[in-house]
């Protein structure tokens, strides 16, 4: 079946550490797309990715880094700089561009998630 | 600027009660809207879509809703609840033209089922 996986599920850093969240999907999606998730509050932009080699911020990048090597891939890496990085971490895709997602045209399929604590 | 709110971060239903998750908007543009449910530590599936066609839009596992222009609304119904909707659920919006490719989300409603 085709999806998204993320991984690993659960991840505990100590400070100061850089660690990196894996996102993969085989559903053939052009654009690629991370989010934080943090109690009673919604989802918010990290990073996207429209076509490999590109990417681009989202509302929340300070402290984070990616890279799209891969049509398939999109992995996360939250700095050392990131101030507060305990939260859960959710990867999507969409087939198409972003402009095409806002309109409606398709629609996001999100991973399982990663949940981040900092020790 | 765009902006959806959702009352009540918590709502509790009786198994076969109807359920009401209440989502509303604001938008200088036609907006696109969207409800999505989340299961624990799960990721996000959409439950239904409006894009401009019919006001009420039916969704997956009998859930639908209703967009209503002059009070700026998607509200998420359900006739009747079943213990396996407990969930979070979330409202976003997004209106073609704005410059950053994104959905703006809602801060999600946890339903809670009583048997």
């Known amino acids: 079946d085709g999806g998204i996986t993320q991984s690993p599920k659960y991840l505990f850093r100590k400070e100061g550490q850089n660690v990196t969240l894996s996102c993969e999907q085989n559903?053939?999606?052009?654009?690629m797309y991370w989010y934080r998730q943090d109690p009673g509050q919604g989802l918010r932009l990290i990073y996207y990715s429209q076509i490999v080699n590109d990417f681009q911020k989202g509302d929340i990048a300070e402290g984070y880094s990616v890279s799209r090597e891969k049509k398939e891939s999109f992995p996360l890496t939250v700095t050392s700089a990131q101030k507060n990085p305990t939260a859960f971490y959710l990867c999507?895709?969409?087939?198409?561009?972003?402009?095409?997602?806002?309109?409606?045209?398709?629609?996001?399929?999100f991973g399982a998630g990663s949940r981040l604590t900092v020790l | 600027a765009q902006s959806v709110t959702q009352l009540g971060s918590h709502v509790s239903v009786s198994e076969g009660a109807l359920v009401l998750l209440r989502c509303n908007y604001s938008?200088?543009?036609?907006?696109?809207l969207f409800w999505y449910v989340q299961y624990p530590n799960q990721g996000l599936q959409l439950l239904l879509k409006y894009t401009s066609a019919a006001t009420l839009v039916k969704g997956i596992n009998g859930f639908e809703a209703e967009f209503k222009k002059s009070e700026t609304s998607f509200h998420l119904t359900k006739p009747s609840a079943h213990m396996s909707d407990a969930a979070e659920y979330f409202c976003?919006?997004?209106?073609?033209?704005?410059?950053?490719?994104?959905?703006?989300w809602g801060a999600g409603t946890k339903l809670i089922i009583k048997p």
């Open positions: 999507a895709s969409s087939l198409g561009d972003p402009g095409q997602l806002l309109s409606g045209a398709n629609v996001l399929t």
């Open positions: 976003a919006v997004s209106a073609f033209g704005d410059s950053n490719y994104q959905l703006i």
């Open positions: 559903l053939n999606h052009d654009a």
């Open positions: 938008s200088s543009v036609p907006p696109y």
